[in-house]
């Protein structure tokens, strides 16, 4: 175990406390760049779960009763500790989950980002006044914490996503009971930690690591004191959280998978589109939901992209996410590595090229190079499914009204962007491409201060920024006859 870090925490976070499951049965954690084992973790089951939803449910009286301020001077403790902390979490995050230590800072802070956010939006979760239909008639409107909230974290933001979800719903009133991936428990259990050392009180959130995914989110959704599902991953487990919510008639916001199209047209700034190319598509081993799926490239300027986009891909250097200069970390394991060649083997089957592939062998197993492929087609897997991988298919397409059909040609709808400088054409594409986000000469789409989420089967809710906190509030309309 290379981490001291006294936030290294491998029991369940229950009413406070960390406490081994009831079976006391325990499940093993690996770093997946080397396989080695980082901890044996509790592994909770429905009971685990249930003691936390009845931990979150005594916690909701009082923490509903704090004032905005109040609750706000402690998310703000919170979100200071993980500044504070920040090289230990950064530590445990790419150990666990193996992305560039780099990149572990930076989702520190994006995480931490959160919670600031919302430490300042708990003072504001104002309501309304109406003008009556009758002139006795008051109306008033407030807006009250929704309750008990189950939150489902994904393991390729292991603390970000959790904080996406947590500082929210804690700054309006709710309590959580967070389920994160069980490839990357450690990171949340650590937030767990520092949320007692900031004095947020027992109960508020509870953690219940588990290897038994599908138990823990069946108890949240059959379970009605919990009132809200928040979960982030893919469509398919979102499809079967709503239907399995339906019982309850459980209010869900669904961060599900996206297909991102990247467009560059010929009027683009081809340096800055291939340099924000790279970010979007290698950021995370290209293991992110709004990763550039697939890149379109006008056919006049294609050869040209090309060429400064692969200089740049041959520059990216793959290895262990704690060595100092690696931009690309091993992918989750070796399993989505296999899923990842299986993409490529496809398309090469129906007739892709490989443009670029580093000939050097990557240290370990998990690692992969990055490959840029061309002569690609609609009718290719990569076309249609998140790739999850360091791979840049780079299409050509000829008018603006053939990328949008192809752009729109997927049931996703999370992000997108596009590059170029006709401000006519920035509208007009801006307005047809059916997506949640839209990165206009920016592949960098994700901050605090903005509305993350999606359409179509990419989900529904946002994240972050003032509408993030719609997702926790319900809203009572007073009639006051006077
Ligand atoms: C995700 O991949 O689910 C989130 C990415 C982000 O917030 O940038």
């Known amino acids: 175990m290379e981490t001291k870090s006294e936030f290294f925490q491998t029991k369940a976070f229950i009413d406070g406390d960390f406490t081994p499951s009831e079976s006391s049965s325990t499940f093993d954690v690996f770093n997946p760049y080397n396989s080695q084992l980082l901890a044996s973790v509790a592994d909770c089951n429905s009971d685990d779960a249930l003691r936390a939803i009845d931990s979150a449910q005594r916690a909701f009286r009082l923490w509903k009763s704090l004032t905005g301020i109040e609750r706000s001077k402690l998310l703000n403790r919170w979100g200071e500790l993980m500044q504070i902390h920040k090289e230990e979490l950064a530590e445990i995050l790419t150990l666990e989950q193996g992305k560039p230590y780099r990149e572990a800072i930076a989702e520190i802070n994006y995480g931490a980002s959160f919670v600031e956010w919302f430490a300042e939006e708990a003072k504001r979760v104002y309501g309304d006044t109406i003008p009556g239909e009758l002139c006795n008639k008051r109306i008033i409107v407030i807006k009250q914490p929704i309750g008990v909230v189950g939150a489902i ?72 004191a919990v009132k809200k599902i928040s979960f982030t991953g893919s469509t398919k487990i979102g499809k079967l959280l709503t239907s399995q919510s339906a019982s309850t008639v459980k209010k869900l916001s669904l961060e599900l998978g996206g297909n991102a199209p990247f467009i560059v047209f010929d009027d683009a700034d081809l340096e800055l589109a291939a340099q924000h190319a790279i970010a979007a598509k290698f950021r995370n081993a290209g293991q992110t939901c709004v990763s550039a799926n697939r890149i379109f490239v006008q056919w006049s300027v294609y050869d040209e992209f090309l060429e400064i986009f692969t200089q740049k891909v041959s520059k990216l250097k793959v290895g262990n996410g704690l060595d100092a200069n690696v931009d690309i970390g091993p992918l989750i394991s070796e399993k989505a590595k296999q899923n990842v060649l299986r993409l490529v083997d496809d398309a090469v089957e129906l007739g892709a090229k490989i443009f670029y592939q580093s000939k050097s062998k990557p240290k370990a197993e998990s690692l992969m190079n990055p490959i840029v492929l061309t002569h690609l087609n609609p009718q290719m897997e990569l076309f249609k499914k998140e790739i999850f991988g360091p791979i840049a298919p780079i299409y050509e397409f000829s008018t603006e009204q053939q990328v949008i059909e192809l752009a729109n040609r997927t049931p996703y709808g999370l992000a997108s962007y596009f590059f170029g400088k006709d401000h006519s054409r920035i509208w007009s594409v801006a307005e047809n491409l059916e997506y949640g986000m839209v990165g206009i000469n920016t592949g960098m789409i994700s901050t605090t201060v903005a509305p993350f989420g999606g359409v179509k089967q990419s989900g529904y809710g946002r994240e972050g920024s003032k509408y993030g906190i719609d997702e926790f509030v319900s809203l009572k309309y007073l009639s006051w006859s006077i």
């Open 153 to 224: 974290t994904p393991w390729n933001f292991p603390n970000a996503m959790i904080t996406r979800k947590v500082a929210p719903a804690l700054a309006v009133g709710c309590t959580v009971v967070v389920k994160p991936s069980e490839l990357t428990p450690l990171s949340a259990l650590a937030l767990g930690a520092l949320a007692n050392l900031a004095g947020i009180p027992k109960g508020v959130l509870n953690i219940v690591p588990s290897s038994k995914p599908s138990e823990i989110g069946n108890t949240f959704c059959n379970n009605d």
